[in-house]
């Protein structure tokens, strides 16, 4: 039984989502408690599953009975099951929070819990996905869901969210042209035959042309800069009960699609036209890394500051996962999993503030360490401090190793990003931080209590940043072990 | 707003045709594990039926019930097809391994077209579903709009 546990963390929420209107027909406000029940479970199962993988070793899941090459297949290797870990106790978080910081008129909207419960459905389908049209498919499935949250609570986000859905299209069908190149190529959809037909065909300008649509597709849906645009305006303008768990997953979800594909696909020997693609790729990363920052630094808005922050560690973990050695793959994909924590952990904060003080800018926080729940202002020191890495936190040990895969690898130009983006993001969290411990400017002191809601979310996700630092090694070890066997 | 047709000819032409279409939607979805057709098409033809109904007769009409009815019933062909596999993982198989389709009394080879039809049938239930509801939120929403306009 226990070899279903992928797709019972699929069913969990998928099936809870599409029957929450008829549970909920007389009682709508059960909808938040229907939620985080689910939730719960898909933690409990998604922990199951990881221990499963990790004493068992990955194995494929055949859909429908039917092996590899006739039917689809889902692979559930430990880097599959440690990112639906992540994004399950993500959730979980965020949905504790979204109880807290509601919208209004999203408390007890059906069609909310429905499209968040059916997102999460989608989310877990293309973790486990080893087959290019299932990637598609559970791609839009999360994408179109996301869509409709980001314009949840109407007004202006509606303008974003149809610029959002108007360049996700737009990547998804790129990404789709892509995928009909490869299958013209080569007659296969699936990664493990893809790996093995591809090499031989990489002179072909079909397949060059395929995989740079396919690249450019989910750099749209990872927000990859240049093709950023729509991310800071969506996120800054979403409802703030669901933006915590949009930044946190959605771009991280899509990059693990690319380095799934990546992966399997381009070695460190492939070339086209005597450009090394690999290193290709990295320049992308260090130019996002480092123009994600900058941009960061020059907002004056906190939810659009942090938004670019998150665009920026897109580029770190591309930088990580493309410089073709084990150890900088590992630390890309250990910080992918700090980075869903910590933007999770940011947006919940930059909510928090909205909600209690009705603070969204840099003038507006302006004093509000002396007033504000200390619950606030220590989460925020702890994501600080893993978001510019210093130890004992995940950020830390994530960097370390991206830093140490380029060195073995003597790309000294990823080294200067991930320290300069190191820079670029102390920066601006210096700037946070001298306008949160400014003098107040009111003169009377009052501090004001968060919900108990809040508190376990926040202390949940500062607890798991410095948990994951503690547990580094041994995270990184389940990761190079998964890359060691070719599981991926 | 779609207004109901005042042409006789369309009138008894849409009581004739419709239930014949229906049928027929039924029919292909039926007969899709023997020849062309299926769940898709089905719903498809279904859906067409329906939307034929509220063009001809609107939807606030006796004729177009079932196009009314059927919008409650989203999400039930994902559940009919999730449940179908829900109930091969029950009988120890895979998701949609049909062969574990935990119904007593069949044989494989039954289970197998037991399992087929039953996800079919969930497959054109939400074609039509999503058929009538795109049809009726294109022609009614922006009547809607502008009514709340002169009540504000």
């Known amino acids: ?488 | 707003m779609i207004q109901p047709h005042d042409s006789v000819i369309v009138r008894t032409f849409g009581h004739i045709v419709i239930p014949v279409a229906q049928l027929f939607g039924v029919y292909v979805l039926m007969f899709g594990q023997y020849g062309p057709g299926g769940g898709f098409v089905g719903g498809v033809v279904i859906a067409g039926s329906m939307i034929m109904a509220i063009l001809i007769f609107g939807i606030e009409s006796e004729d177009s019930v079932l196009a009314r009815k059927i919008l409650h019933g989203d999400g039930v062909g994902l559940l009919i097809f999730g449940g179908v596999g829900g109930l091969c993982l029950i009988g120890g198989g895979e998701f949609l391994n049909y062969s574990h389709l935990s119904i007593p009394g069949l044989d494989e080879t039954s289970r197998h077209q037991v399992g087929i039809l039953l996800t079919q049938v969930g497959v054109a239930v939400d074609v039509a579903v999503t058929g009538v509801s795109i049809a009726i939120s294109l022609s009614f929403e922006e009547d809607e709009i502008s009514q709340d306009e002169v009540t504000d």
Request: with cysteine; aromatic share 10%.
């Open chain 1, 1 to 488: 039984m226990s070899s279903h546990l992928p797709i019972l963390l699929f069913l969990v929420p998928f099936f809870m989502g599409v029957s929450m209107p008829i549970l909920t027909a007389k009682r709508p406000a059960l909808c938040p408690d229907i939620t985080l029940g689910t939730v719960i479970v898909m933690v409990i199962v998604a922990i199951l599953n990881l221990r499963f993988v990790l004493t068992q070793g990955p194995i494929e899941y055949a859909l429908g009975g039917w092996t590899a090459p006739l039917g689809i297949a889902w692979l559930n290797d430990s880097i599959a099951a440690l990112i639906a870990l992540t994004i399950s106790v993500v959730s979980l978080i965020t949905i504790v929070y979204g109880r807290v910081v509601v919208t209004t008129g999203l408390e007890k909207s059906v069609p909310y819990y429905t499209l968040i419960l059916i997102m999460m459905s989608g989310l877990v389908g293309l973790i486990f996905a080893a087959d290019l049209f299932n990637v598609f498919v559970f791609l839009e499935v999360a994408a179109l869901t996301g869509y409709a949250l980001v314009a949840a609570s109407g007004g202006k986000a509606l303008v974003y969210a149809f610029r959002y859905l108007l360049l996700g299209s737009f990547g998804a069908t790129l990404y789709l042209l892509g995928l009909s190149h490869l299958y013209v190529a080569t007659g296969t959809l699936n990664m493990a035959d893809l790996s093995d037909r591809l090499p031989e065909l990489m002179t072909s300008t079909a397949v060059a042309a395929g995989l740079i649509y396919i690249f450019l597709g989910l750099s749209i849906k990872m927000a990859l800069i240049p093709l950023h645009s729509w991310l800071p305006d969506a996120y800054a303008n979403a409802p703030s009960s669901v933006t915590p768990f949009l930044a946190s997953t959605v771009t991280k979800v899509a990059l693990v699609a690319w380095v799934r594909i990546e992966y399997s696909l381009i070695t460190p020997t492939v070339e086209v036209s005597a450009v090394p693609v690999l290193v290709l790729l990295e320049e992308l990363g260090v130019i996002a890394a480092l123009v994600g920052g900058a941009l960061a630094l020059i907002q004056t808005d906190l939810k659009r500051m942090f938004a670019y922050g998150g665009v920026s560690h897109i580029g770190l973990i591309l930088i990580g996962v493309s410089l073709g050695n084990d150890t900088g793959f590992a630390g890309g994909m250990f910080y992918l999993i700090n980075d869903a924590i910590m933007q999770a952990a940011l947006f919940m904060i930059a909510g928090a503030i909205l909600h209690y003080h009705n603070a969204s800018t840099l003038d507006d926080v302006r004093g509000l360490g002396h007033v504000t729940s200390p619950w606030l202002t220590a989460s925020l020191i702890v994501v600080a401090i893993a978001m510019v890495g210093l130890p004992p936190t995940g950020g830390f040990f994530g960097k370390w190793n991206i830093i140490l895969g380029a060195l073995e690898a003597e790309h000294y130009v990823a080294v200067f990003a991930v320290v300069g983006s190191t820079l670029l993001t102390f920066g601006y969290f210096l700037k946070v931080f001298a306008n949160w411990f400014h003098q107040p400017q009111a003169v009377e002191v009052k501090t004001i209590e968060v919900a108990r809601e809040l508190r376990f979310s926040l202390g949940m996700a500062s607890f798991a940043i410095i948990a994951l630092g503690l547990m580094s090694d041994t995270v990184v070890q389940y990761l190079l072990e998964s890359v060691s066997r070719g599981g991926i």
